[in-house]
T-cell receptor, first 112, second 114 residues
Framework: GQQLNQSPQSMFIQEGEDVSMNCTSSSIFNTWLWYKQDPGEGPVLLIALYKAGELTSNGRLTAQFGITRKDSFLNISASIPSDVGIYFC????????????FGAGTQVVVTP | DGGITQSPKYLFRKEGQNVTLSCEQNLNHDAMYWYRQDPGQGLRLIYYSQIVNDFQKGDIAEGYSVSREKKESFPLTVTSAQKNPTAFYLCASVPVGGERQPQHFGDGTRLSIL
């Protein structure tokens, strides 16, 4: 199955900086999800988006469902050391019951 | 606490051997999924099941088999036909009526070849 295009692949940032990553596709989605995964652990859901243009926050995290329904972005503001991990997106096609496509992930490294 | 439990955490397979990965959930979720995760790649769907006694192949089902005899359980068998089984395997589930609900994941099983 097709995978989503997620960028950047990795980011090395200093504590306090903002982080931005995005996922794009040529397909149209009706749901976008953003997960965080720590090494050796399962992904944890951060934000779920269900409508084009929707902007949702979860603490220092903000995600948006692109108006074309083909993309989504995630911002992390004022990063802290515990933000380290792999962040990845998942999108559900409009005609695909309960099945998601996934991005390859953005590895975030935060230095003090 | 409700959740998805995968076991074992680490598993080693000898050549020619079948191994079974366990996934149990007590969330009363209808649908369950198995994914394979390789470095630098997105999750790839192996099998999924929407209801008991029914399951469908995903994108990379060859060399794998599943069963869904109980709502709570969705074990994955990695058969000897899977020539490159080394990966991190993730199980997920979706709530009742969860056509657009997010998937919740277990903590994964890392499978390696001896």
């Amino acid at each position: 199955g097709q995978q989503l295009n997620q960028s950047p692949q990795s980011m090395f940032i200093q504590e306090g900086e903002d982080v931005s990553m995005n996922c794009t596709s040529s397909s149209i989605f009706n749901t976008w999800l953003w997960y965080k995964q720590d090494p050796g652990e399962g992904p944890v859901l951060l934000i779920a988006l269900y409508k084009a243009g929707e902007l949702t926050s979860n603490g220092r995290l903000t995600a948006q469902f692109g108006i074309t329904r083909k993309d989504s972005f995630l911002n992390i503001s004022a990063s802290i050391p515990s933000d380290v991990g792999i962040y990845f997106c998942a999108g559900r096609l409009t005609d695909s019951w309960g099945k998601f496509q996934f991005g390859a992930g953005t590895q975030v490294v935060v230095t003090p | 606490d409700g959740g998805i439990t995968q076991s074992p955490k680490y598993l080693f397979r000898k050549e020619g051997q079948n191994v079974t990965l366990s996934c149990e959930q007590n969330l009363n979720h209808d649908a369950m999924y198995w994914y394979r995760q390789d470095p630098g790649q997105g999750l790839r769907l192996i099998y999924y099941s929407q209801i008991v006694n029914d399951f469908q192949k995903g994108d990379i089902a060859e060399g794998y088999s599943v069963s869904r005899e109980k709502k709570e359980s969705f074990p994955l068998t990695v058969t000897s036909a899977q020539k490159n089984p080394t990966a991190f395997y993730l199980c997920a589930s979706v709530p009742v009526g969860g056509e657009r609900q997010p998937q919740h994941f277990g903590d994964g099983t890392r499978l390696s070849i001896l």
